[in-house]
């Protein structure tokens, strides 16, 4: 149990960082995709910098996950057509519902409501591509 609360903790820290970044605001959303901002086009690119430099590191250092297993990167087959259909379906879905799927606790929390609908679509599209998995290419 002790374990759990300090993830719960975490994921309320990460709340309240998405939230003073605006990172939850539809509004901002909308202006990434109308390119009128930088502000999310910013946090993403800095997310992504930031995941270069952690990996970058983890190989370097050959650093060990909590269990003591060492952890290793395992290459992807490059296929153009599988990144822009699941970053084209990705798209759509963020553009629609106004919310990636990080923030949509998050949003929850703060007291919208409709976000539920999203989130029991996540778990449907989840649920679905766990069916799916073995008869999708990959």
Do not use: N
């Not at 998405?18 to 202006?31: F, G, N």
């Not at 995709?33 to 086009?41: G, Q």
Request: aromatic content about 16%; charged content about 10%; glycine content about 14%.
């Amino acid at each position: 149990m002790k374990k759990y609360v300090s993830f719960f903790a975490v994921g309320i820290f990460f709340g309240i960082v998405l939230t003073k970044a605006e990172i939850i605001s539809w509004y901002r959303i909308q202006e990434m995709f109308l390119f009128d901002s930088f502000h999310m086009y910013g946090v993403i690119g800095s997310a992504v910098v930031l995941g270069i430099i952690g990996t970058a590191i983890i190989k370097k250092k050959q650093l060990k996950s909590i269990q003591g297993k060492t952890i290793s990167f395992t290459p992807k087959k490059q296929s153009i057509p599988r990144y822009l259909f699941g970053g084209v379906l990705f798209g759509l879905g963020w553009a629609m519902v106004g919310a990636c799927p990080g923030p949509i606790y998050t949003l929850i929390g703060y007291g919208y409501s409709v976000i539920i609908v999203v989130l029991l679509g996540s778990v449907a599209g989840t649920w679905a591509y766990g069916l799916l998995r073995s008869k999708l290419p990959h």
